[in-house]
DNA sequence: TTGTTATATTGCAATATTACGATTAATATT
DNA sequence: AATATTAATCGTAATATTGCAATATAACAA
């Protein structure tokens, strides 16, 4: 197996699951959260910022861009990656409601 | 591999991937929206709800309490599950930030 | 005690993920 | 053109994940 059975489950289950998915591994994790901070990124940054290998951390930025989170401009012998503001704030509007729901009534036993 | 090199990243880092990955998967998610909705729940229910079989269920129900996002107590023969609102709290004070990185200065290229 | 019910554990097959060396592709620079 | 630089892709090894059948365990019921 190791292959989730998505057709049994919403739309937004899915898209969760697959949000969370990308976020599930600190190297993408401190990728993300290089972005913000500086605000604009080639990649090369990121193989010495994070310290995996070149291959690994293009593998990585691969995924993220697959999920739309960031985009890549070529500029000149290098990558420029960003964030893709848009679809982040899509993301947020999937991820927020599922984080925040409402726990008053939980914690039962 | 397979194997994240978890030493090279920091701690909020790793505690990110960690709760973003045990939110991964469908079948995680659609356990923990059902106990938000029910309030309270035990295992058969959920086996019957979301239609993979018990020990899939009971597999992800224990990577949801190894994390402590649920929590189980013994009523007879069955076992009562909840979310466990303290630990839920906490893994939103870490998560949040993280989303809501400040987007303003994002998408340069 | 014997069965019944509910959940956990074990073992395993299929597939996915992670990481990296080697290579390739694309663009600059000389 | 020849060379350097940068990032993507390919191939592959090691490990993780998913899912389930079979079995074990625990608590109750008769």
Redesign the interface.
């Given at each position: 197996m190791g292959l989730?059975?998505?057709e049994?489950?919403?739309e937004d289950?899915?898209a969760?699951?697959?949000f969370?998915?990308?976020?599930?591994?600190?190297?993408?994790?401190?990728i993300?959260?290089h972005?913000?901070k500086i605000?604009?990124c080639v990649c090369g940054d990121l193989v010495n910022e994070?310290?995996?290998a070149q291959p690994t951390i293009s593998q990585h930025l691969k995924e993220l861009k697959n999920l739309g989170l960031i985009?890549?401009?070529v500029?000149g012998t290098s990558v420029?990656y960003?964030?893709?503001?848009e679809n982040?704030?899509q993301?947020?509007k999937i991820?927020?409601p599922?984080?925040?729901?409402?726990?008053s009534?939980?914690?039962?036993?």
């Open positions: 989730a059975k998505t049994m489950f919403t289950q899915n969760i699951a697959l969370a998915k990308v976020f599930g591994h600190p190297a993408r994790v401190s993300l959260q972005l913000f605000n604009s994070i310290g995996l985009k890549g401009n500029e420029c960003c964030i893709d503001v982040w704030t993301m947020k991820m927020y599922f984080l925040d729901q409402d726990i009534k939980s914690d039962c036993c």
